[in-house]
């Protein structure tokens, strides 16, 4: 990857993208930023990210999932990786992982709210090697 690597953080808690947001700045990360899964939509069809940073449960419950099934159906998009970043376990009471639900939730990584900077850093470093 020549350039700097562009990031699409996909959230719609403004603190939690702005936090985010400066975490991958720190080291040299482009990051693009939606707060919904229409304006995520959008921000993809125009400026295709090297990584998407998901949430799951936005204005309705299910749509990161459903951005997350939209990615990986198509096959201009299929090889993004995307890292969910949710509350939904929390939220729910259910568990989800791409591990246990790998064939209607194909993230590329999972983690729990919060993560610490250095573990964020971490897994998406190692999804970018891996693109």
Known sequence: MAQRPKI????D??????ITKSILESKDYEV???HSKAEAEQRIATSR????????IMDRMNDGFKLCY???HDPALRSIPVFAISS????????????T??????????A????????????????????
């Not at 729990?112 to 693109?131: F, G, Q, T, W």
């Open 13 to 18: 808690d403004p603190d939690y993208v702005e």
């Open 101 to 110: 639900d790998g064939e209607y939730f194909e993230a590329d990584d999972f």
């Open 32 to 34: 693009v930023t939606a």
């Open 88 to 99: 939904v376990n929390q939220v729910t009471g259910f568990t989800f992982s791409p591990e």
């Open 112 to 131: 729990e709210k919060p993560i610490k900077a250095d573990e964020l850093l971490r897994r998406v470093e190692n999804l970018l090697r891996k693109n």
């Open 49 to 56: 990210p090297d990584l998407i940073i998901l949430d799951i």
């Open 70 to 72: 939209q990615l990986k």
């Open 8 to 11: 699409l953080i996909v959230d």
